[in-house]
């Protein structure tokens, strides 16, 4: 399920932790394209991947 821009917004501003996609080729480490976002409202954790 697609977030709109204003819900993605929203989990940005209020994740609990954010964390990067690093991967290692031989020595050298590289950055994905992808961005996970964790965080709880109401009581339910949540997670989000910005892509």
């Known amino acids: 399920m697609?977030?709109?821009?204003p819900e993605a917004c929203n989990k940005i501003i209020h994740a609990r932790k954010i964390s990067f996609d690093v991967e290692k080729i031989g020595e050298h480490p590289y950055l994905n394209p992808y961005v996970y976002l964790y965080g709880k409202q109401n009581g339910k954790n949540w997670k989000a991947t910005l892509i």
Do not use: Q, W
């Not at 697609?2 to 821009?5: E, T």
């Open 2 to 5: 697609g977030l709109g821009l």
